[in-house]
């Protein structure tokens, strides 16, 4: 199979036309048509499901976009190590994540990387868990970090560990001192929450509809930064996991409580990376370096009897 129609066949796949598939690739729709027809007629199926909304893989063009990400990724990693083996860097990592994980974690994680890899250079792109999820299996990234509550499909999962939810709070804040929590016991505190359809807010929703509590939420939103900096200035409880803020609460007036309710123990952080594919040296790296720096969070996080 020919590259250059592979190429056309996974941009069509991407944008879900061959309108919009022409405007990225600056290629004519007929040449692009030409091409997957000619894929079709060599592989003797087809590949795309043209319906009046747009064009989707057919179950063969999802085994075949499979294999051409696979393929495209294996001849980068190939480029990669060359390049590396003869300047000691490479192509940037490129990483997917919840913003939780972005905004501390992450940031902390690369720079350490870098000490010992001068050289190395990444790029992040913040996303919902679904979309994290879609760009590591499509390829599109080299890894992801998100929080799930049910394995994710399509994906290796490199690490996984459970996420335990806590409450975080300033240290002037009259529960601050308890060793753990239930949530019922923030009932009666302003609370700042994310975003419905979140991860950490489903299993929030479940534990208060199972428990009958109601929580008196002042503030919600998508940004786990500005839930965190309305904390600091009042006497409201935000919830958080360690890998999200550990490295925030060593320079701030803030501290983490673990909740014990069983709902709030079913989200995983995970490590993914796609699904059959060999890293380069530089990827593979950082990934057990991610790794064990999660698995340490891990250890940190575990809950306290009550």
Do not use: W
């Not at 893989?57 to 480029?79: I, N, Q």
């Not at 929080?147 to 399509?154: A, H, I, L, R, V």
């Not at 998508?222 to 060593?250: C, H, P």
């Amino acid at each position: 199979m020919h590259n250059t129609a592979l190429r056309y066949f996974l941009e069509v796949a991407r944008a879900g036309s061959l309108g919009r598939a022409s405007e990225r690739l600056h290629i004519a729709p007929s040449a692009i048509s030409r091409q997957i027809a000619n894929l079709e007629q060599e592989v003797g199926a087809q590949l795309f499901e043209r319906l009046p909304t747009g064009m989707v893989l057919s179950p063969a063009g999802e085994v075949l976009a499979s294999h051409a990400r696979r393929e495209h990724l294996e001849r980068e990693r190939v480029l990669s190590e060359i390049q590396e083996s003869s300047t000691d860097g490479g192509r940037p990592i490129s990483v997917a994540s919840t913003e939780g994980v972005a905004r501390n974690f992450l940031p902390h994680v690369m720079s350490e990387f870098r000490e010992a890899y001068p050289k190395a250079c990444f790029v992040l792109n913040v996303a919902v868990p679904k979309i994290v999820i879609g760009m590591v299996k499509d390829g599109d990234v080299d890894l992801g970090i998100t929080f799930s509550t049910k394995p994710s499909e399509g994906v290796q999962v490199e690490y996984s560990a459970r996420s335990q939810i806590h409450a975080l709070m300033h240290r002037q804040h009259p529960l601050s001192k308890r060793k753990s929590l239930m949530l019922a016991d923030l009932q009666p505190y302003p609370m700042a929450l994310r975003e419905e359809g979140s991860t950490q807010r489903q299993l929030v929703d479940l534990c208060c509809q199972m428990e009958g509590l109601r929580l008196n939420a002042v503030l919600t939103s998508n940004d786990s930064g500005s839930l965190q900096q309305f904390v600091m200035r009042s006497n409201a409880i935000a919830l958080t996991s360690k890998v999200s803020e550990q490295y925030e609460l060593q320079k701030n007036d803030l501290i983490s409580i673990a909740l014990l309710n069983a709902e709030l123990r079913q989200r995983d952080v995970q490590l993914l990376t796609m699904a059959g594919r060999t890293l380069p040296f530089n990827i593979r790296r950082f990934v057990d370096l991610l790794a064990i720096k999660m698995a340490a969070m891990d250890k940190l996080s575990a809950p306290p009897e009550r």
